[in-house]
């Protein structure tokens, strides 16, 4: 196409030139302007096939790279598939039983607590062996565990009986008290004070009026009343008090000699500009020998607030339980949209800018140095005026109701929390029976059985599909732990996915529920899974009996629903794996074919229903 087209042009070129010169001799040229026309349209038709063949080009190129890129996806895929088997073997080759941890029973011992076993383990493999053997040894326990059981009602009983006598003495006070009011003349006449005056420490007057104000109101509601669950005392000394007094009068006299103190605040840093007065309160919730919480609570004069820092003090004979973030998360959801990130103090921000600080800052630097948050609660206790995030500006009169209130909230909090601690660590290191739980409403048809409960990243969780997730939701800086747990029963598996909120009772724990049978079972594609869901998260505390723990009670929920499902669903199957154990009258009812998951107890007549 290249040579046509110089041949075409040499030959326009030529009839141009052959112009030229006819019209420099004067003569005619019009047969010359009519053949340059012509050629004219073949260099036209010749562009057109130029294009036409760029364009197949352009469009054969296409197809190589899409070709290209096939084939490196492909590459890619197997060398995901590739790395996805090596860390398979890798686990396979780490595997270990669960079993070698245990301390079994010496085969002497073994030998004499079941002696007729020995004749039977001849005729079997080394790997049946030690299942027989693993089987006797879970047989022994339970009856250990049934041993200790009456021990330990044993000793309930005991406890009773100490408590029935020290009743029996506690009722001698009122006569006492009488008694001691009708000899009250003659202890006036003989000259005897026995009555306790209260004494304040040296050391409380030079607190700051803030914290003043609170210690006295935490003494006076301890007095009250002997029943409150806290303690309150001063830590620091009274010579570092004395020494900081001396240093801010001095920093006064500076003050008023020259003009120089802006540049030397700027100099000191955040440091010494936020450095908390030399006494501080440390109220501690919950009785000695227990699991207690520790408030710090300190008081800058800078920023003018208070802020408390919390902390867990474990009993001696108990382990961590739990996640330690939760006192942090406990404090923060106190009250709603007080999480703490500013200084809720009427103009501190303009305060602040004199010395060339921001309340961000400020906050930032009190987190860092585990001091702790400055809340409007805290505040209120010790009868400082606030300013929320609305702009709203509070000042508690009633010092007593509300600092009463505060504690007894934090107080049912903690001891939530404490629960709900216990109930995850129980369920993670399996150190409880299903069957001997008082959440199980129906122990004889417990059929499955929890094999695993462990913590999970906040990815694993959101990768599971399910129309709660969809649900939107104010974020109000509320934190999430996530934990999967395995409910297995023949061959059924179903995979549950636990989100517990940090900002707990307020918000329950949610479940997410994928059932490996058959296929996999979710809530997107069976409503049998999704009527499963809503009746396990619509557990609500007000449910429950008296000492019940929703965890378990949301655990159970899940179990027998589970049994429901695989009973009711397996009867439509052409193998009849899982025959009805449950007592329920119809498996499907209405036009949803709602499973019968709601369980109703009246008298000795209990059953499953929809």
């Known amino acids: 196409m290249e040579t046509i087209l110089n041949t075409q042009f040499e030959q326009l070129q030529k009839a141009i030139e052959g112009i030229m010169e006819a019209k420099s001799k004067g003569q005619s040229s019009d047969e010359g302007r009519t053949a340059a026309t012509l050629m004219f349209v073949a260099l036209k038709h010749a562009n057109r096939e130029v294009k036409h063949k760029i364009k197949a080009g352009r469009d054969k190129l296409h197809l190589e790279k899409c070709k290209v890129d096939l084939s490196r996806l492909q590459l890619q895929n197997l060398l995901y598939e590739v790395s996805h088997l090596k860390k398979e073997i890798v686990r396979c080759q780490k595997f270990k039983s669960r079993d070698t941890n245990l301390e079994l029973l ?31 040894e879970l047989r022994l326990r339970k009856d250990l565990d049934k041993q200790y059981s009456a021990l330990l009602t044993s000793k309930q009983e005991l406890l009773q009986d100490n408590l029935s006598h020290a009743q029996r003495y506690i009722s001698f006070a009122p006569a006492l008290r009488t008694l001691q009011g009708a000899t009250k003349p003659l202890h006036d006449a003989l000259q005897l004070s026995l009555d306790v005056e209260w004494k304040l420490s040296a050391v409380v007057k030079y607190l700051p009026k ?82 207690q919480l520790i408030l710090q609570i300190r008081y800058f004069e800078l920023i003018k607030c208070a802020t408390v820092w919390g902390q867990l003090n474990y009993a001696s004979n108990a382990n961590g339980q739990g996640d330690t973030n939760f006192v942090h998360h406990l404090l923060r959801h106190l009250y709603a949209n007080d999480l703490g990130n500013e200084i809720p103090i009427p103009g501190i921000q303009y305060e602040l800018r004199n010395s060339d600080l921001t309340s961000e800052e400020c906050v930032r630097y009190l987190k860092a140095k585990d001091f702790g948050k400055p809340f409007c609660w805290l505040q209120t206790m010790c009868s400082i ?56 409403i129906y122990p004889a048809g417990l059929s499955c059985s929890l094999v695993q409960w462990t913590a999970i990243t906040h990815e694993e969780f ?98 027998y629903s589970f049994d429901i499902f695989l009973e009711t669903e397996g009867s439509m199957q052409s193998t009849v794996e899982y025959n009805k154990e449950k007592p329920y009258i119809s498996a499907f009812a209405k036009r949803s074919r709602s499973r019968p998951y709601k369980y109703i107890k009246k008298g000795s007549v209990y059953a499953f229903k929809q």
Request: net charge negative; charged share 20%; glycine share 4%.
């Open 385 to 440: 005026p606030t300013v929320n995030t609305s702009m709203l500006y509070n000042h508690e009169l009633n010092l007593n109701k509300n600092t009463r209130e505060i504690i007894d909230r934090i107080a049912r909090r903690w001891n939530s929390w404490m629960r709900l601690s216990q109930q995850i660590r129980g369920l993670t290191y399996k150190d409880i029976d299903l069957y001997t739980l008082k959440e199980n």
């Open 210 to 291: 803030p914290l003043y104000i609170l210690f006295i109101i935490l003494q006076s509601l301890q007095r009250a009343s002997e029943t409150q669950p806290f303690t309150a005392e001063v830590v620091g000394y009274e010579s570092e008090a004395q020494m900081q007094e001396l240093l801010k009068e001095k920093q006064y006299a500076t003050l008023h000699r020259g003009q120089n103190d802006k540049e030397a605040a700027v100099e000191n840093g955040l440091e010494d500009a936020l450095a908390p007065n030399p006494l501080h309160i440390r109220m501690t919730i919950g009785a000695a020998g227990a699991n």
């Open 106 to 136: 010496s085969e002497t011992e073994y030998a004499s607590k079941l002696p007729g076993m020995e004749n039977d383990k001849g005729e079997l493999s080394s790997h049946k062996q030690h299942l027989h053997r693993l089987d006797c």
């Open 462 to 559: 959101h990768s599971q599909i399910s129309d709660i997730l969809n649900i939107s939701s104010d974020d109000k800086g509320i934190t999430y732990n996530t934990y999967r747990a395995v409910i297995v029963r023949g061959s059924a598996k179903m995979e549950c996915f636990i989100r517990i909120p940090s900002n707990y009772p307020l918000e329950m724990p949610l479940w997410i529920l994928n059932v490996h049978w058959n296929g996999c079972h979710t809530s997107q594609n069976n409503s049998a899974i999704k009527m499963m869901e809503f009746w396990t998260n619509s557990l609500q505390p007000k449910q429950l009996e008296a000492n019940e723990r929703i965890l378990y009670a949301q655990l159970f929920r899940t179990i």
